[in-house]
């Protein structure tokens, strides 16, 4: 079989329109424009790619954008002076800092800094209660947009088994925990693999639908898929290329030729769950803006 090709660049842009609309909508009708602050420390140059792919995304929807580009060196208490401005600035109703840090600076220290009101990025120990409560106020970026694709796409998880390999608390934790969640877009039968995972191929081979989060390229291979499945490949990973100009291309961690063959549909690297990720961090960003219109609505 020929699986369906999820486009997440397609998806994402009927998501972003829609978040342009609204942000119109929030001008004109109480003078609120929802802004976005990201914050990167350090030159890494995939890092502030990221960056200013998300400037730009919320500079076309409208949005008020900020990049506050910081050197690697710079203290953690100077990183936690620049989260606190922002998070007292009216101008921005998301804060986010780009990860990772450079390693003298503790993650966790300037995660819990960000006002949780202000947490697009769904990293607040608050937040991620929130989450785990079936009470999601920001859901992180990259699962919102898994569990958008998979509901738009007829891929319901409703009664499916979803394996999710990775645990990581930015896609493998908390996509595990939406798609369980009673309500739209989960009640899901969910298994967690992991590094220490025994006979991982004999659990893969039971998705229904499975989301490969574990940054190793090509990991999971058509014998690890049965015939039918679903695949989100969240995988981003360089590998040399001699024929390409840049030296090298981008694999998501699915043999995509391979498993492509037997499953009923996946997503491409390029294209696929990235694009989602912008698009629902802008979505974030404008319920964020939401909440000080009507603060009613918040936790």
Do not use: W
């Not at 600076?105 to 607040?124: F, W």
């Not at 004999?202 to 898929?225: E, F």
């Not at 699915?254 to 996946?266: M, R």
């Amino acid at each position: 079989m020929s699986a369906e090709i999820l486009n997440g660049v397609e998806m994402a842009a009927e998501v972003r329109s829609e978040v342009a609309s609204t942000v119109q909508e929030m001008k004109s009708k109480h003078s609120v424009t929802p802004g976005l602050a990201v914050v990167l420390v350090g030159d890494d140059p995939a890092s502030a790619v990221y960056v200013r792919s998300k400037e730009r995304a919320a500079v076309e929807a409208g949005m008020v954008s900020k990049g506050i580009v910081l050197p690697a060196e710079t203290s953690q208490k100077e990183v936690l002076e620049v989260v606190r401005a922002l998070n007292d600035d009216p101008v921005y109703h998301g804060v986010l800092v780009q990860l990772p840090l450079p390693s003298h600076i503790d993650e966790n220290a300037v995660i819990e800094a960000v006002d949780p009101g202000k947490d697009v990025d769904g990293l607040h120990p608050y937040n991620m209660g929130l989450l785990m409560a079936g009470r999601s106020r920001f859901a992180p970026a990259t699962p919102a947009g898994i569990q958008h694709m998979l509901v738009h796409s007829g891929n319901d998880p409703e009664g499916k088994h979803v394996v999710v390999c990775g645990r990581s608390n930015i896609v493998g934790k908390p996509i595990a925990n939406m798609l369980m969640q009673r309500g739209p877009g989960g009640n899901a039968t969910v298994t967690v693999c992991h590094t220490r995972t025994r006979d991982l191929p004999s659990i893969t081979r039971q998705a229904d639908i499975l989301i490969a989060a574990v940054g190793q390229p090509q990991m999971i291979t058509a014998d690890m898929v049965k015939v039918g499945v679903v695949v989100i490949d969240v995988g981003v990973n360089r590998v040399e290329d001699a024929s390409r100009k840049r030296g090298y291309r981008l694999v998501g961690d699915v043999d995509f030729e391979a498993v492509s063959e037997k499953a009923k549909a996946i997503t491409p690297v390029p294209g696929g769950v990235g694009p989602m990720t912008i698009a629902m961090l802008l979505r974030n960003t404008v319920d964020a803006a939401r909440r000080t219109i009507h603060p009613e609505h918040s936790e």
